[in-house]
């Protein structure tokens, strides 16, 4: 019995088994589409199970097909650059608001093989000028293995980081892409061009979109209307915004072209009541909108009016300077009718005239220099028929007076200091001293001005005025600056034997504060001791000088050598220097000694005079180029009997000669 149950089970694990493994093989993949990616294939099963009908390929939904083949991602998602939410990448256009949103949905892009090197490299496109809704072309050059299947695409990213694509994806260079209509002229965006297989992306470029125009239309005063006499001319403004140049078109067909003025005036003369449009305005980027109404109200038989306007351009005069009265006469006045200008004092009723008559809206005036500073009342009057304006209060002020005190000031060095200004007449003032020192639009009196010299000043006024203009001006005022005692330190010398003739350099410092024209020179003693200048080269931190020559027979002096300035009369410590005398070394050699053949011994040079490094040759040819070693002993191995002398010389203060000699004896 228990034989019978261990055969049943056993049986019963190999049916359940293949049965199992249909199963799993039978159950459809989560992706359906996979382009260009061979679906896998179920387990193969036993010849006697069935496949059930679930997992049969013809009874799946149809999908459409994709466009391009993406790149498969760690999420099994296509690649969003190459297909936008599905559409169909033979789609002529796209709409502009449409691919952005789209853009937003796609999933993040893959990164390229980083074993790989891969480059988009967009070219000079900045000599473009584009409007939104323009199409550019943009060239670009790549590098590495792209797949056959890869595509690339334009994006637009605007300030806030946010991309948009405005081309269609094609196979190379270059890209033609359109600028988004919505997008804002003015501002500037950047450019990119981005692959799909794999996803790298360009540099960004930077792209100014030109402004589309606008323009609006009004009087010179900033109305919409005006009143004016048959005959009269009315003045509109025009002001446009965008790119220029503009051209516009106004209601009365009058037609502007490429005009760079903004605002751009316009002088009309209309017989009736008429109003002032812009129909139309165009730039580079197109039409633009168009805003505004001036109206000209043409009065044919008005009653004369007469009143100041912008009065506050005449609150405050200057006696013997012509100023302008501005003011309306609106309304009909007759043949032969004139403008004057009257002035009277604030409290009393007499006014006179201070102008030539005038048949404008501008009266000429001046106030005569026998009216004294003061408050005064002005108007104008008009004669056919008599009328008389409103009266607007006015100041009369003198010309401008500054007088510069009389201070006398002593600052440390870098320092600075206040010098006293006192102002009378109309302000603001301003002034400008002797020394550059310039300040405007000063408001009070007396004012304090700041300076800091370099050097002891004296201070006067070059100009000074306020608003009359340049007035008289006077006084004076002497600063002193203290410094410390100017002195010369004459540093370290490089070297202490130098050659007669030839250029040193010698470091110096200096403290304290020199006058203009002051010189520094370097002085050397001569034969009797006494200080004698040197050619010298200035510099910040050397001087230049060459050595003079020594006197006949000297071949080493020690001399004196120290710097002077002129302005202050300053001089350096006195240092000491050896000058040797130009081809002057000499080079003795000594030496006696007995060698048996193939023996080495050694044989001496004794060095007077000149500089080292001291180069010689020998009469056997042996060389020896710069040693700084007095005595010298050289290794030599005759192979006969042979006597040493000097047959060259030199040194660092040129050639020099050789005496003596050095005998070795071979013996046989």
Known sequence: MLRFFFLFFFGLIVFIAPA????????????????????????????????????????????????????????GKADSLNVLDGAEL?????????????????EKPTKADSIRSYKIQIEDISYLSVCPGTTITIPFKTEG?????????????????????????????PVKAVIPSYKIGGEVYRIQIVSSVPVIRSQEVPIRLLQTPS????????????RIMPGQEA?????????????????????????????HYL????????????TGVSNACGSGVTSGEAIVNVNNNPEPKLELKETEKVAKLCSGVPFQVPFNATGKYKEGNKFVVQLAERSGSNFKTISLPDTSGYAAAEIPLSYKPGEYRLRVVSSAPYLVSQTTNVTIVSPTTTVLQK??????????????????????????????????????SPYKIKVKPQYDTYYQITSSGGLCGVGKFSGAAKVSVKSAPASITLEKLPQSLVCAGSSIDIPYKIEGRYNQGNKFVVQITDKNGRFVNLPTTVSPTSMKVKIAALAPGDTLKTQKIRIISSSPAVSSAIEEVQVIAPDRAIAEVSGKATITAGRTTRIQLKFKNGLPPWSFTLSDG????????????????????TEYTISSLKSGCGTGTGKGSAVVTVDN
């Open 90 to 106: 033979s789609k002529d256009t796209l709409t502009e608001k449409e691919a952005e949103e789209r853009l937003e949905k796609q």
């Open 267 to 278: 002088t009309v003369k209309p017989k009736d009541v008429k109003a002032y449009k812009v």
């Open 622 to 641: 042996t060389a020896i180029n710069g040693t700084f070693l007095n005595p010298y002993l050289i290794s030599v191995s005759p192979t006969s009997t």
């Open 20 to 75: 199992d493994a249909q199963r799993k093989a039978a159950a459809p993949r989560k992706t359906i589409l996979a382009p260009k990616t061979k679906a896998a294939q179920p387990a193969k099963q036993p010849a006697a199970t069935k496949q059930p009908a679930a997992v049969k390929t013809d009874t799946l939904p149809k999908q459409p097909a994709p466009v391009t083949t993406p790149q498969a991602d760690t999420t």
């Open 215 to 226: 323009a609006r239309i009004e009087f010179m005063d900033g109305t919409q209307t005006t």
């Open 407 to 444: 201070d006398s000031l002593r600052l440390g060095e870098n320092e600075s200091g206040e010098l006293t200004l006192k102002f009378t007449g109309g302000g603001p003032w301003f002034v400008l001293l002797s020394d550059g020192t310039y300040e405007n639009n000063i408001q009070e």
């Open 235 to 263: 003045h509109l403004k025009v002001n446009l915004s965008g790119t220029a140049p503009w051209s516009f078109l106004l209601s009365d067909s009058t037609v502007v072209y490429q005009t760079l003025s903004n605002p």
């Open 145 to 173: 293995p792209f797949d056959e299947d890869n595509t690339f695409i334009a994006q637009m990213i605007d300030v806030n980081g946010k991309t948009v694509p405005i081309s269609l994806p094609v196979k190379k260079s």
